[in-house]
């Protein structure tokens, strides 16, 4: 009996250190979610774009007529002046064309003469006369032609500017329309930049205090820049529109088409700061206001904080009012919390 009562008391120890309890539940009701401190910055006062420089105004000149390339005076990267020969084929066959076309008006208006003088003795009709005076009008359109056609087989330069480019060799035919050479204007430059969407549907002229242009090599040299014009639709993939900035050639640099630019875009600044929240953290309420989730950083329940929004930008939206340096809002599952709840962050261990 005694044994047995032994057993008992030794087998009541063991089960009352094996504690085999159920885990309590963790609270459902509580539920994770994303949550961002929020850190107020003032509305954007600087843009930066990447710019490259181009003429303002650029040509590929051409020949009007064929032939044989005779002259090609001038070299890549050369300045000329407005009226500079450029290129020039060979002369001789134009220069005989004109000579021809002058011998033949002179025996056209030779035929012309004698035939007046023999209408006035009756000698001859009078449709023989007007055929001949035809003759002579067409003999001097074909010297006109000629005449022209021997000027176009010379290139001279438009206006002042920089040879870019040669496209053929001297001493090689070369066919109408065939491209010689290309010059860039001589004056001001181009700086085209491609500007984000939102930023030029919401950013006025009125709004932009300075804008200059800067380059790796000249340290802080800023170079001023006059808004020139825009592209009139925004690219398919990028989504930015391409604007072009007039910049006034320097006299201690040489800055040539095609280098890569920095272009700065000073802004207003405004009085209230700004920030950026993801298009989820934002709901709209049954009459079309808009709120957030924001949550109590001693319960971690949420409350509801009537905001106000400015541009969508490719980060988020921009939240112009009703949030506080510190604020801490739900950006994900924001639909479906409702006032009170209590969430915890994703990167946070168990509430």
């Not at 009008?137 to 001279?156: C, F, G, H, P």
């Not at 971690?300 to 809002?329: F, W």
């Amino acid at each position: 009996m005694s044994r047995c009562l032994a057993c008992a008391l030794v087998l009541l120890v063991f089960t009352a250190c094996d504690d085999r309890s159920p885990p309590v539940p963790a609270d459902q009701s509580v539920r994770p979610a994303r949550v961002v401190t929020i850190d107020l910055l003032p509305r954007q006062q600087q843009v930066t774009l990447v710019g490259r420089v181009e003429a303002a105004r650029s040509i590929d000149l051409a020949f009007e007529v064929s032939g044989p390339l005779q002259q090609l005076p001038v070299r890549e990267g050369e300045s000329v002046q407005r009226g500079q020969l450029l290129a020039a084929l060979d002369q001789a066959d134009f220069a005989l064309a004109v000579r021809e076309a002058e011998v033949q008006l002179r025996l056209a208006e030779q035929d012309l003469d004698r035939k007046v003088r023999v209408l006035r003795e009756h000698g001859i009709a009078r449709s023989a006369v007007d055929d001949a005076r035809t003759l002579r009008e067409l003999q001097r359109v074909r010297l006109e032609q000629a005449r022209q056609k021997l000027a176009d087989s010379r290139l001279a330069a438009p206006f002042d500017g920089i040879v870019a480019q040669r496209f053929v060799d001297n001493f090689v035919n070369v066919t109408a329309s065939q491209p010689i050479l290309r010059l860039h204007a001589g004056g001001e430059l181009h700086v085209v930049a491609n500007v984000p969407e939102h930023l030029t549907a919401t950013v006025s002229e009125d709004e932009v205090q300075d804008m200059y242009a800067t380059f790796s090599f000249t340290g802080d040299t800023r170079f001023p820049l006059a808004f020139r014009e825009n592209r009139g639709e925004a690219d398919r993939v990028a989504q930015t529109i391409e604007v072009s900035f007039g910049m006034p050639r320097s006299d201690h640099w040489n800055f040539m088409p095609g280098m890569t630019a920095t272009v700065h875009l000073v802004l207003v600044a405004t009085t209230e700061p700004t920030t950026v929240l993801p298009l989820a953290a934002v709901v709209a309420d049954t009459d079309q206001s808009l709120f957030v989730w924001v949550v109590d950083t001693s319960t971690q329940a949420v409350s509801r904080r009537s905001v106000r929004t400015g541009s969508t930008t490719p980060e988020g939206i921009v939240i112009t009012h009703g949030l506080a340096q510190g604020d801490r809002v739900v950006t994900t599952g924001a639909a479906t919390l409702r006032d009170g709840m209590r969430v915890r962050p994703m990167d946070a261990g168990p509430s």
